[in-house]
């Protein structure tokens, strides 16, 4: 079993930063690939970014590409998304998710641990 928390929303106007945290505990946090997923109101779930679980893999949404940025720290068993130039189309509540093979999936079925999400708002 693997706890998340995400932490970090809020709000934002356009062009502004926010980081995005998603803290684990319970089984090895090391051994799981993890994703960040969002999901707008009257939106299906979308994936944002995926990254292996030694951290040499990464991967993103075309939408989000070059102004997100996805990375993890094993030692603090911690997940993060570093979110620059906001948009409000980027506007959503935030999920992280553990997948239990180790890599990440741009399927959000295939992940076995989900966080509770935080919502990012960003205005215009």
């Known amino acids: 079993q693997v706890q998340l928390v995400e932490s970090g929303g809020g709000l934002v106007q356009a062009g502004g930063s926010l980081r995005l945290s998603c803290a684990a505990s319970?089984?090895?946090?090391?051994?799981?690939?993890m994703g960040w997923f969002r999901q707008a109101p009257g939106k299906e779930r979308e994936f944002v970014a995926g990254?292996?679980?030694?951290?040499?893999?990464?991967d993103y949404a075309d939408s989000v590409k070059g102004r997100f940025t996805i990375s993890r720290d094993n030692a603090k068993n911690t997940l993060y998304l570093q979110m620059n130039s906001l948009k409000p189309e980027d506007t959503a509540v935030y999920y992280c998710?553990?997948?239990?093979?180790?890599?990440?999936?741009?399927?959000?079925?295939?992940?076995?641990?989900w966080g509770q999400g935080t919502q990012v708002t960003v205005s215009s």
């Open positions: 998710a553990a997948h239990s093979g180790g890599s990440y999936s741009y399927s959000g079925p295939s992940y076995d641990y």
């Open positions: 319970g089984r090895t946090f090391s051994s799981y690939g």
């Open positions: 990254i292996n679980l030694s951290g040499g893999r990464r």
